[in-house]
């Protein structure tokens, strides 16, 4: 029987039904047969089976192509603060639960979807909040989400000085948004004098700037494979491709490796790298360079070999569908050109951030290289992103890092 709601609605087509009931959160436009009310642009809608039957409520978008984002499945849910706060501390109880104390330091607290708030982001950086809102209706309601997420986290002794607003992403346009970036005033505090603070990550600080870094400032969701590599490191060389911050060589580095070179096509990321390796005084070990990883490792078959441990991360090859299978000749390239740069019994650390390169077509990548490399594959490990960015089983785009361990036999 069709509840009474105080809320618009819209009835949507069968595919989008079986989506919802399978656990996707989305409505395409193509998806909308109809809508009832007044519905406002990032305001709330009910959506409706073909029969009326309710099938949840969420933000609506009327310019981007995901034109309902759901946010509660429950047609007894009131959106109030209430409702915020029960969602809010829910969110940050599930970190608590299943991460270290010390890993709470810097963790990711609000990933979207799977915490089933669309389109908002949080990462936590020691003592600062990192913002990315990505949808309109999260945009229209993150003047009461925010400050309520700052007081729990304080009344569960985190020392926030303040939040940051990283919503220079491109797909704000998308959402009818503007690109900006700046400090997201909590009511009755002076906005915090600095965008830099110090995190430490397996034992490792780093200096984060929420302003100025990558996304959200510093990457989380390898904390644990950091960790993976840094306890197969010890007495080895280390090549560490794609460094960015120099993570994986530092935790590298720490494990007790011999020697670790870290490089990057960018040379603000290697000098961030280098300071990192400062930072921690492990200048003596980590060797930060400028280089093109995919003009480096064929150079480096000319050279004696050097390194009994490689190590890839790059950045996402393929943020669509329609380029994942040319990425796929990038990953192949490193892949292939690594196996022939290590020796029998070296080991190999490769990933892919892009939900597009789907984990078969990246396993049949691997194969194919090693194949072509000449080489078997031992698998040490299978890994994925970190537990504060949870895989919501049913949402594809929650299920995006594939990281592998190998030892080359």
Same mark, same amino acid.
């Given at each position: ?10 009835? !949507? ?7 919802? @009931?399978?656990? #996707? ?18 305001? @709330? ?193 280390? @090549?560490?491709?794609?460094? #960015?911050?120099?993570?994986?060589? @530092? ?7 011999? #020697? ?128 504060? #960015? ?17 030892? !080359?036999?």
């Amino acid at each position: 029987m069709k509840a009474e709601r105080a809320y618009p609605s819209v009835t !949507v087509t069968p595919k989008a039904e079986v989506a919802i @009931l399978r656990g #996707h959160p989305w409505v395409y436009d193509a998806e909308v047969l109809s809508a009832a009310g007044t519905p406002e642009n990032g305001g @709330l809608v009910d959506v409706l089976g073909r029969k009326g039957q309710y099938l949840g409520t969420g933000f609506l978008s009327m310019e981007s192509k995901i034109r309902v984002r759901l946010l509660s499945r429950n047609a007894n849910d009131r959106f109030d603060a209430a409702f915020w706060e029960r969602k809010l501390r829910w969110a940050w109880e599930y970190r608590k639960t299943v991460m270290d104390p010390a890993d709470l330091d810097a963790c990711r607290v609000i990933f979207g979807e799977a915490d089933m708030f669309p389109g908002l982001t949080v990462d936590k950086f020691h003592d600062l909040l990192s913002v990315q809102v990505l949808s309109v209706g999260m945009e229209r309601v993150k003047e009461r989400v925010l400050p309520l997420l700052v007081q729990i986290l304080r009344e569960d002794g985190q020392a926030i000085r303040g939040v940051f607003e990283r919503n220079d992403a491109a797909l704000r346009e998308k959402e009818g948004l503007e690109a900006y970036k700046g400090w997201f005033p909590l009511p009755g505090e002076a906005v915090p004098e600095s965008p830099l603070t110090e995190i430490t990550e397996n034992g490792v600080r780093y200096l984060v700037d929420v302003e100025n870094g990558q996304k959200t400032g510093f990457f989380l969701d390898q904390k644990y494979n950091r960790r993976a590599v840094k306890r197969l490191a010890k007495g080895r060389t280390v @090549l560490d491709c794609f460094t #960015h911050t120099g993570s994986f060589a @530092l935790n590298a580095a720490l494990g007790g490796a011999k #020697h670790v070179d870290a490089v990057d096509v960018s040379a603000s990321a290697v000098e961030m790298a280098r300071s990192n390796a400062e930072r921690n005084g492990l200048g003596g070990v980590v060797q930060c360079a400028v280089a093109n990883v995919f003009e480096l490792l064929p150079a480096l078959e000319k050279e004696p070999a050097k390194y009994d441990f490689i190590i890839l991360d790059p950045p996402a090859f393929t943020k669509s569908r329609k380029t994942a299978a040319s990425a796929m000749t990038g990953y192949k390239e490193i892949n292939y050109r690594a196996m022939r740069l290590l020796p029998r019994g070296g080991y190999l650390a490769t990933c892919s951030c892009s939900h597009f390169a789907e984990e078969e077509r990246f396993r049949a990548m691997l194969q194919s290289a090693a194949k072509d490399a000449g080489v078997r594959l031992r698998q040490i490990e299978a890994r994925q992103q970190s537990c504060d #960015h949870p895989v919501l089983w049913g949402v594809e785009e929650t299920n995006y890092l594939k990281f592998y361990l190998f030892q !080359v036999v």
